[in-house]
């Protein structure tokens, strides 16, 4: 099973400041790879699918980069609204499995 | 704009079956090239994906949870569901359904289920 780990776990960052979050999969996942957001009591929202593609209605500060094992969503100038939970997800051996990584919660600092 | 909507009960004893039902609106569950998900989120926890189905009936579970779930898809009421047998505390949740192809982009708003005496 593909283990994928998220750091770090909590990230203190100032509004109007650049956030950098990790995610690693213990085996390569190409670019099948999924990034959402989670506000406390709502459904997470995606993000970015296939790495790097913004889902539609995304704001261009959220992006997304790499490819294999090592993965980075970056937000660009953290907005109020911005401070959640992220999480990753891998879909490359999709049919029959995918894994969500543990999530990194970002708080203002 | 597709909604999902989960319903069943919000409490259920140790041992018996949780049952859970999504309801999507505003497209249809036979739509090619999707799949319909359950995902549960214990509180305080991270996201742990449970199962999913395609309309065509086939079905894929998470390995640590083969052995307890079953999903059903019915296509007549657009509702797809999931059960899981011989609950403990620990499969007390927030519940949700979603669509996938590989990332889930359509969501249910959740449903707490406790499992409880």
């Known amino acids: 099973e593909i283990v994928m780990t998220q750091s770090p776990a909590t990230l203190s960052v100032s509004p109007g400041e650049r956030a950098t979050l990790s995610c690693r999969a213990s085996?390569?996942?190409?670019?099948?790879l999924a990034w959402y957001q989670q506000k406390p009591g709502q459904a997470p929202r995606l993000l970015i699918y296939?790495?790097?593609t913004r889902a539609t209605g995304i704001p261009a500060r959220f992006s997304g980069s790499g490819s294999g094992t090592e993965f980075t969503l970056t937000i660009s100038s953290l907005q109020s609204e911005d401070f959640a939970v992220y999480y990753c997800?891998?879909?490359?051996?999709?049919?029959?499995?995918?894994?969500f990584g543990g999530g990194t919660k970002v708080e203002i600092k | 704009q597709l909604q999902l909507q989960e319903s069943g009960p919000g409490l259920v004893k140790p041992s018996e079956t949780l049952s859970l039902t999504c309801t999507v609106s505003?497209?249809?569950?036979?739509?090619?090239?999707?799949?319909w998900g359950w995902i549960r989120q214990p509180p305080g926890k991270g996201l742990e994906w449970i199962g999913s189905?395609?309309?065509?009936?086939?079905?894929y579970y998470n390995s640590s949870l083969k052995s307890r779930v079953t999903i059903s898809v019915d296509m007549s009421r657009n509702q797809f569901s999931l059960k899981l047998s011989s609950v403990t505390a620990a499969d007390t949740a927030v519940y949700y359904c979603?669509?996938?192809?590989?990332?889930?982009?359509?969501w249910g708003q959740g449903t707490l289920v406790t499992v409880s005496s």
């Open positions: 979603a669509r996938h192809r590989g990332g889930f982009d359509y």
């Open positions: 505003g497209g249809s569950i036979s739509s090619s090239s999707y799949y």
């Open positions: 189905i395609y309309y065509s009936g086939s079905t």
């Open positions: 085996q390569s996942v190409s670019s099948n």
């Open positions: 296939g790495a790097i």
């Open positions: 997800q891998q879909y490359n051996n999709w049919p029959p499995k995918l894994t």
